[in-house]
Every structure is written in C-alpha cells, then in structure tokens.
C-alpha cells in the first residue's frame, strides 16, 4: 500500500506480520537496581566482532538508564516464558520479583530458563526516528537448547507445539479442549461420564478455532486465557491442547457449570480429563497455576505466575 501519510497503527499491524522471537533486555540504573522491559526488536548483526542490536521507543521509561548504560543483556524468552513476556511489558511494579535471575558477569540481570542470554557491552546508540537502536558487543552469552517463544500478529505462539499441532491438525488428530471456568465453577459437559468441551482442529489459528466452537456450542461470550495442558494422547492417538477459558454470564446451551472440588467420585471420559479437573481444583485452591507438558501417563507442570494467570 502506498500513502502519503502513514497510518501509524495500520503500520504497526503489517509489521507483526513478521514472526519473531521475544526477548527482556536488561540492566541496572545508577544505584545498581535491576531494570527490564519486554522486546521482539532483537536482532543479530555480526559474528567478528559479535554483536547485535535492539531498538528502544524514545518514549520508554526506560530511555534515559538503558541509553545510558554500560552494558545490557538480552534475555531470549523459552516457549514456557509467556508469563515473563506478559510481567515485563507491563507497569508492574516489582517486576523482577516474579522471575529467577541473577547478575552476569557485567552486573546485569540474566534470568533463569530462558532459551539463551547475552550480556553486552554498549557499542553503540544509533538514532533512529521515534526509536533509537542499541548496538551491543557480546562479551558473554549461554544457549540452553530451550526452544523460544513467539510472537506474532499480536499474539504469542510456541513453535514446537506449533509444528505438532499443524502435524496433528493436517492428520486430523489435533483436539482442542477447555477448562472454562466461571466464578470458580467449571463446565462439563454429560450425565454420569463428564467430559471438558473439545473438538477437533484441522487447520488455523488454535486458540480461534476453540473460541468460535465454545461460543457457538454454548451461547456464551467466552474469553481464551493462558495455555494449561499439551499431552500426547496414547489412548486414542491425538495431541490434545487445552486452554483455560472464562466464560461470560447466562445459562449454556450445552453442559453445566460444576465445582471442580466436589467431583472427587464422579466419572470421567477419560482419565486425563479427571487429572485436568483435578489440578485445576487444586491450583485454583491456592491461586497457582501452571502448564503441563508430557502424555496422559507422566509430565511436567511449568509454574505461571498469579498475575498472568488472573490477567
């Protein structure tokens, strides 16, 4: 599109178009203070000498400290680091509270799990309109192997799971399911075997496709949240994504809203679904949630943080 004026926000829109990955850069302020802020501006620039970049809007308030650092570091977010992306881009208070991290060797925050870190020396700070571009020379930099975490139109996406899912969706053997939760109440659907809503995903945007089939299913305005269960089904052959969701007020067209601490005896489709109802009975129990990856038989569950969870 050619314009005389630009449309900042249309502008905007065409960028993320563009996947990229998701990075906090770093430092400290003059009494030695952690500072941070959510970037996807990260980019390689050369191998001899090392270095890189990331661009700052001049309207940040982090401007003046990290255009007058020494050095800075750039954290690479892994694919279970939404919550940090989501603490760091917003003006909470003590972010650094809600992530592991320690001081490099230049003094600046790297944190813990993320999928790689680089702790520079400022080269340079380039000008650059509203923004201007902070040239780094990386004088110490770690790679875990942890794949990272996307980002775009808007949204976050994790590749390992976006390349099964799109596996799975073209084989036909991607369901997608929902906690959908509702003043702490939980819909299921059935009369004596209880199931979550699911359906099959066979191409698209995942969490789309949920949403447009619960609203549909149900009547009810409901609202995608975090990521709370990826596993292999070994039972019927599927991978299964599930979300939480919160649902808006009315009765449902389908199923009923139950509370998840009062179906100890009752029976389920299957086994994964009862171990979901029963963590989220758990975890709502004491406002900590996280997500579980491995298969119905065993797996890990990754902490989210309270503020990211209640978001």
């Known amino acids: 599109m050619t314009i005389q004026t630009v449309d900042p926000r249309a502008l905007r829109d065409a960028f993320g178009a563009f996947p990229t990955g998701v990075t906090v850069v770093t430092a400290c302020d003059g009494d030695g203070n952690p500072i941070g802020f959510t970037a996807n501006s990260f980019t390689s620039v050369s191998l001899n000498p090392p270095l890189l970049l990331v661009c700052l809007a001049k309207t940040s308030r982090n401007f003046a400290i990290m255009t007058g650092a020494q050095h800075f570091a750039i954290n690479v977010l892994s694919e279970t680091q939404k919550d940090v992306s989501n603490t760091f881009a917003r003006p909470v208070e003590d972010r650094f509270a809600a992530v592991e991290w320690a001081r490099g060797s230049a003094g600046c925050p790297i944190f813990s799990n993320v999928a790689a870190w680089f702790e520079c020396a400022m080269e340079e700070v380039i000008e650059a309109g509203d923004h201007v571009i902070l040239m780094g020379r990386i004088e110490a930099f770690d790679n875990s192997g942890r794949n990272g975490l996307g980002y775009a139109r808007g949204g976050y996406f994790t590749p390992t ?37 699911s359906v099959d995903a066979h191409d698209g945007n995942p969490t789309e496709a949920l949403q447009k089939y619960l609203e549909t299913s149900t009547g009810l305005k409901v609202s995608i949240g975090f990521l709370y269960s990826v596993y292999e089904g070994k039972s019927d052959g599927k991978q299964h994504i599930v979300y939480h969701a919160v649902a808006g007020e009315g009765e449902p067209a389908g199923g009923r809203f139950l509370k998840p601490d009062a179906l100890v005896a009752a029976k389920f489709k299957t086994s994964s679904t009862a171990d979901i109802v029963s963590r989220f009975a758990m975890e709502s129990s004491i406002g900590n949630f996280g997500v579980y990856f491995g298969d119905e038989t065993g797996g890990t569950v990754h902490p989210i943080p309270a503020k990211d969870a209640k978001a």
Request: charged content about 25%.
């Open 161 to 197: 799971l976006a390349s099964k899912a799109v596996s799975a969706a073209s084989e036909g053997n991607l369901e997608l399911a929902a906690v959908v939760e509702r003043r702490g109440e939980v819909l299921l659907l059935g009369e004596d075997v209880l199931s979550l809503p």
